[in-house]
């Protein structure tokens, strides 16, 4: 069974930075792209970032160079940097092999001003 497995949110100050994972399990995500998204409190869900199987990467503007999307094959694993982080970023992180329904549960990520 394909799980998918947020970690690393939590509670920082604004400038601040946190690094989140998440973890593939049940089979192996090596050559599909894998996105982040998130969804702030009382909004819709939003995309965030994406890599393809091939490490190219793309940004929703707003998180443009502060956030950093990666991924280690060998650990099944992605990672979402984040950097330089805003009050407007607090939401629940999820993570999504992207264009499919294989979503994660979610972390939650506050910053406080």
């Known amino acids: 069974q394909v799980q998918l497995v947020e970690s690393g949110g939590g509670l920082v100050q604004a400038g601040g930075s946190l690094r989140l994972s998440c973890a593939a399990s049940g089979r192996t995500f090596s050559g599909y792209s894998m996105a982040w998204y998130r969804q702030p409190p009382g909004k819709e869900r939003e995309f965030v970032a994406r890599?393809?199987?091939?490490?190219?990467?793309y940004y929703a503007d707003s998180v443009k160079g502060r956030f950093t999307i990666s991924r280690d094959d060998a650990k099944n694993t992605v990672y979402l940097q984040m950097d330089s982080l805003k009050p407007e970023d607090t939401a629940i992180y999820y993570c999504?092999?992207?264009?499919?329904?294989?979503w994660g549960q979610g972390t939650q990520v506050t910053v406080s001003s």
């Open positions: 999504n092999v992207y264009g499919t329904t294989f």
């Open positions: 890599i393809t199987g091939i490490g190219s990467t």
